[in-house]
C-alpha cells in the first residue's frame, strides 16, 4: 500500500529553525516528485517546495524562497523540508505528497509561538 508518514511538527519560537521528515512506502520513492504542501486555519492548502528527478531540480512559494530548503535521501525514501528563521505566519499543518500518484501524508503541525 503506498503511503507517506510525515513527523518532525512541533511548537517552536519565532526565529527558531525546525526540520519535517516525509518517509514513503509501497511505491519507488525515488521515482517521483515530493512536494510539500501547507495549510494554515481558514486558508487553502498552500503550496510550499517540490524537488524533482531525476535531477532534483526544486521550486519554493513566494512566501518561503529563501527561508525553506526541501532536500532528500532516496536510499532513505525520505525527503526534508529544513525551515529556518520561522514566523508566526509559517504556522500550519504541513503535508507532503507525490503528486503523480495524488498521495498524500496524513500531515505534520508547526506552531510558531513565543
Known amino acids: 500500500q503506498e503511503r507517506l508518514v510525515e513527523s518532525g511538527g512541533t511548537l517552536v519560537q519565532p526565529g527558531g529553525s525546525l526540520r519535517l521528515s516525509c518517509t514513503g512506502s509501497g511505491f519507488s520513492f525515488g521515482m517521483y516528485s515530493i512536494a510539500w504542501y501547507r495549510q494554515r486555519p481558514g486558508k487553502a492548502r498552500e503550496f510550499v517546495a517540490r524537488?524533482?528527478?531525476?535531477?532534483?531540480?526544486?521550486q519554493y512559494g513566494n512566501s518561503v524562497a529563501g527561508r525553506f530548503t526541501i532536500s532528500r535521501d532516496d536510499d532513505r525514501n525520505t525527503a526534508y523540508l529544513q525551515m529556518n528563521d520561522l514566523q508566526p505566519k509559517d504556522a500550519a499543518v504541513y503535508y507532503c505528497t507525490a503528486p503523480s500518484l495524488d498521495l498524500w501524508g496524513q500531515g505534520t503541525p508547526v506552531t510558531v509561538s513565543s
Open positions: 524537488m524533482s528527478p531525476p535531477y532534483y531540480n526544486t
